[in-house]
Structures are given as C-alpha cells and as structure tokens.
C-alpha cells in the first residue's frame, strides 16, 4: 500500500501523454474541437472592407439586378459556348448537339423569317391594292418556301441521327420539332451558339 503525501501526484498521472497531445495539436489545427465562429468574426476575417450599405432604395435596387446579372452571366456564357454543365436540359446531349450541327452546317430558308415578315408588315401600310396583293403573293411563297425546306431538314435530321445513334431510342419529333425552331432563328442569334461552319459536312 502507497501512501501519497499532500500536494503530490502520481508521475504516471503528472506526465503528458505525448501521443495525446499530438492528437490535440493536430486537431486543432485541422479546424475541429473549436466552437464554429459567429458570422460577424467570419466575415471579420476576409479580406478588404465590407461595402456600405445603400443609402437609397434606387442604390439598393441596382446592386440587387447587379448581383441577379452575375449569377445569370456565367451558366450564359458557358452555354453560349456549348459547355454541357451549362446548358438548359432541352439542350443537352449528343443527339441534341448532332442536330445543332446539321442546322447550322447548311443555309435554312427560316433564317430568313424575320427579314421577311418585316418587309411584309411594312407592305400591308402601303396604300397601294397592287403592292398589298403582291405582299400578300410574297407572304405565301415564302411560307410554302420554309414548309418544304422544313420537311428536307426533317428528313435529314433523322438520317443523320439513325447513322450516328443506331442504338438509342429516339423521339424523332421531338427532335425535328427542337432542330426547325433553331433553323428559324438568325444565325448570331441562335443559343448555344453554331460550332460548325456553313456548308461543313457533319
């Protein structure tokens, strides 16, 4: 039986344990047994000043659609550039970018829509039965014009998805429907943007 004398302890009990105190140390360090800090010491810490706030409502409103614009800007910049991650999902997939590439590799009498419904809507102002007649003429031959080049890029489409994706089951008007909308828009206006150039065999 030992007797322990006041105001000593055990060497055993006295003595750190070396490989507990690395594992201290070491946590420590990685960030854990510490209370998380409060949101004004983390925002403390970064780095430069916080903004003012806003004055006025009008300062207020601007910096909210200046933050709104940032957060569209990039998922539209890489969709722009056909990065997979950023486009909608109605535009995402091989077959999807297949079909682009079709539509823009050729000269789409669509592209040519708005140019003539505008020289068409400027006609029916004339005062003039016989240029009204002949606008009204015009109206309806380009409108047979975009029905049968709609019906050839149709066909296309599916020929050109059957040789490349012969496995895949495929909602071909789906497809035919997504490739059309895109023939009918202008060229520099079409999103993602055209890869391929015109007349480029795809």
Same mark, same amino acid.
């Given at each position: ?5 006041? %105001? +000593?302890r $055990? *060497? /055993?009990? /006295?003595?750190?344990?070396p490989? #507990? ?16 800090? *409060?949101?004004h010491? &983390? !925002? %403390? +810490? *970064?780095?430069?000043?916080p ?5 006025? =409502? ?12 940032? =957060?569209?800007?990039?998922?539209? /910049? @890489?969709?722009? +550039? ?5 486009l909608?999902? *109605? ?8 079909? +682009? ?6 000269? $789409? &009498?669509?592209?040519?829509?708005? @140019? ?11 005062? $003039?039965?016989?240029?009204q $007649? ?6 309806? &031959? ?5 029905? @049968? ?18 496995? !895949? ?9 997504? @490739?059309?909308s895109r023939?009918?828009?202008?060229r520099?206006? =079409? ?5 391929? #150039? ?5």
């Amino acid at each position: 039986m030992k007797l322990r004398l006041p %105001g +000593r302890r $055990n *060497r /055993a009990e /006295a003595a750190p344990d070396p490989a #507990a105190d690395q594992t201290t140390q070491l946590v420590k360090a990685g960030g854990k047994g510490r209370p998380t800090p *409060r949101r004004h010491e &983390a !925002q %403390g +810490r *970064r780095p430069g000043p916080p903004p003012p706030p806003p004055t006025t =409502r009008k300062e207020a409103y601007r910096r909210m659609r200046e933050q709104q614009a940032l =957060r569209r800007s990039d998922p539209r /910049a @890489g969709g722009g +550039r056909g990065d997979e991650l950023s486009l909608p999902a *109605r535009d995402r997939g091989p077959v999807r970018k297949l079909v +682009r590439d079709v539509v823009d590799a050729r000269r $789409n &009498a669509g592209s040519f829509f708005l @140019g003539v419904a505008a020289l068409v809507l400027v006609g029916y102002f004339i005062p $003039n039965p016989a240029v009204q $007649n002949y606008t009204v003429f015009v109206w309806f &031959a380009f409108f047979l014009l975009i029905a @049968g080049d709609s019906v050839f890029l149709g066909r296309r489409i599916k020929k050109k998805v059957l040789e490349r994706f012969p496995d !895949q089951p495929h909602r071909m008007k789906g497809l035919v429907w997504y @490739g059309i909308s895109r023939a009918t828009m202008i060229r520099r206006w =079409r999103f993602p943007k055209p890869e391929v #150039a015109l007349g480029a065999e795809v």
